[in-house]
């Protein structure tokens, strides 16, 4: 049996040594190399751009303008990040947006064209946060804002304990490994494009759009990706200008982003501010929950967070509202962050509860199972599975909550603080497309599907899927990916690509036994079946189809049940009240994600998420210049992250035996996403238990602490 078993990642030795290709690694003969010329302010229009100076150097080729760009065709949201479209008008939307681009035969002299090209405009007064009234949205095509259940209002009255706060969480940057890069090469009327993206069906899609060109004419080449966690997921302005200035030049042309073009030209998580009213009787109860949320998003598209809806299914309710609205800033366009939604939303949510608990005088894991849901509360459905009950508890034994007053408080100058959260997930089921495997008489097998590696162990599980599923050895069984000549299958984001991918993938495999036995007889030996009948190999396609063949499915929806993973997180910090000092002790999480189908890549991202989170609570932030509405810094040396020394060596991770036949054909839910919710609002209710300041706005940092302390 292949899964269930810690198989180490099948490309990890390409990428160690080199072998494995991303991208930017692609330079087809007769490249041009390109780079983006930003707009120097967030709000005006360009007057004109000098590019004399720049054209006279040498190697650069040419330098394009809005003069020289086609009229795109309009795109398909949502897979378009933005709707307007940069180098189309004279009007400025944000601080960097690409107002030209040079072209040279080495980036050594399209940089230095950068850098002598003049840019005139007329800078326009930007929007910043604050500087507008928010605007209340009705919906996001998923959810229709205010949603109603219940009386709120009556409910608070009725209430014993009662808390209201706010909780803000700042602007972030995604910053891969690997910036963001597209190769763009046309032949015959035809386009290549190696891309660095999460979905190359996606590319095909927008591309197709943009340029009026039919998505089969479209080949786009993207094995591995470098890291995504959400801002490779849509297509965005460089990668369509990437083609546009390929089509103009008549030549190839590579653009990979600086690491400071990331902060202009692809999305990053927006700041939030949301507000939770909580109501509740004696024994802790939740009679009432109103939660309201904004974010920001630039002046002409709309990006929604959505962090509230996470309200909606986590606890049982009496009564409900929840609101959202939006702040238009000068900014370009935000996107998904790993985890987009539950990540903020249970920030707010699950600090709230800590603060409810406290005032009622429950302890903060007790008031979790006073409000356990065992159906979904919104929906009336039950879950496909939900553990979550048998996540506290054994979270709870591992990390030794209930004994943890018995512990010493101090550890020389360090205050001792625990805290607890739950963690939860929405579950994503995009339409997986097809997926087709091959079995040789050698016995060996291959399966063939358009998904993509982007560092989180999708190749091996899919290999492993298929060794179980075939009775194979899991040496024997390889993956050709990251083509979009190959079957199509579902994006890798969303926490999706394992039972949306994965579930084909078993398909397949059962169609290809079922049918050999039926033309060769029931030998459960393939290779030996396939060799004696004198075949050479045998090849079956499969499709883990969703409900009424529907292209996506959120938490269930077009089946019976409710779909969501889950997790209980327990971790200890140190405080130095002296310097304001916090440090990362140790940690637990037990989840509650279905079958785990490779328990050491599974633990790999859990401890990630928790390391994400550690240092989304404590140290990241991208800050915009107040007047300007540019972002302060756009390099890697002015980002605070968390490093190996601020990491403790005990963090545990335990997944409950779970099997939900209902999310997918392998038993699996989705869980690459949900090691970082609910981590955030563990630390500071540890702060809190430490030195007793409440954190309401993220990251805590070393100068809140001492503020709160001299509040005290």
Known sequence: MSIGQPVPRIEGRAKVTGRAKYAADNTPKGTLHAVIVGAPAAAGRIIGIDAAQALALPGVVRVLTRADMPKFGKGEPPNQAVTHLPMQTDRIQHEGEAVAIVLGETIDAAEAGREAVVVRYQAGSPLVVGSGKPDKIQGDGLFKWPIRVGDVDAGLKQAAHRIEHSYVQPDRHHNPMETSGTVAAFEDGKL?????????????????AVFDMKPEDIHVVAPHTGGGY??????????????????????????????????????????????????????????????????????????????????????????????????????????????????????????????LAHIAGIDPLDLRLVNYADKDPHTGKPWSSKKLREAYEEGARLYGWRERRQRPKQDGPWRIGHGMATANMGSFRWKPGRVRVRVRSNGSATIETNTHDIGTGTLTVLCQIAADELGLPMETVSLTWGDSNLPKTSPVY???????????????????????????????????????????????????????????????????????????????????????????????GAYSAGRIINPKTARSQMTGGMVWAWGKATMEQSIPEPTYGRWLAKNLSNVAIPVNADIPTDIKIHFVDENDPHASVIGARGMGELGAPGVDPAIAAAIYDAVGVRGRELPITPDKILSGLAAA
């Open 192 to 208: 290549t494009v190696w891309d660095s993206v999460q979905a190359g069906a996606n590319v095909q899609q927008i591309v197709g």
């Open 494 to 588: 969303g926490s999706s690509a394992t039972m949306s991918t994965g579930s084909s993938v078993a398909v397949a495999c059962r169609n290809l036994k079922a049918d050999a036995y039926r033309r060769f007889g029931d030998d459960r030996d393939l290779a030996a079946l396939i060799r004696n009948a004198g075949v050479g190999e045998l090849v079956a396609e499969g499709e883990h189809k969703l409900p009424d063949d529907a292209e996506f499915s959120l938490d269930g929806s077009g089946t019976p049940y409710a779909m969501r993973t889950w997790g209980a997180v327990f971790v200890e910090v140190g405080v130095d009240p002296e310097l304001g000092l916090i440090r990362f002790r140790r940690a637990v």
């Open 230 to 355: 959400g801002c490779k997921g849509y297509v965005w302005p460089h990668q369509i200008l990437a083609v546009a200035a390929a089509k103009v030049s008549g030549r190839p042309v590579k653009l990979h982003l600086r690491r400071q073009d990331q902060y202009a030209q692809v999305g990053y998580q927006p700041w939030m501010k949301q507000h939770v009213t909580l109501g509740a009787d004696k024994e802790g109860k939740l009679l009432a929950l109103r939660h309201t949320a904004v974010n920001t998003t630039p002046i002409a598209d709309d990006y929604i967070e959505a962090p509230t809806v996470v309200s909606l299914s986590l606890y049982a309710y009496r009564a409900l509202e929840l609101n959202q609205s939006l702040e238009r800033v000068n900014v370009n366009m935000p996107t998904a962050m790993r985890p987009p939604v539950e990540g903020p939303g249970l920030w707010a949510l699950e600090s709230a509860m800590d603060d």
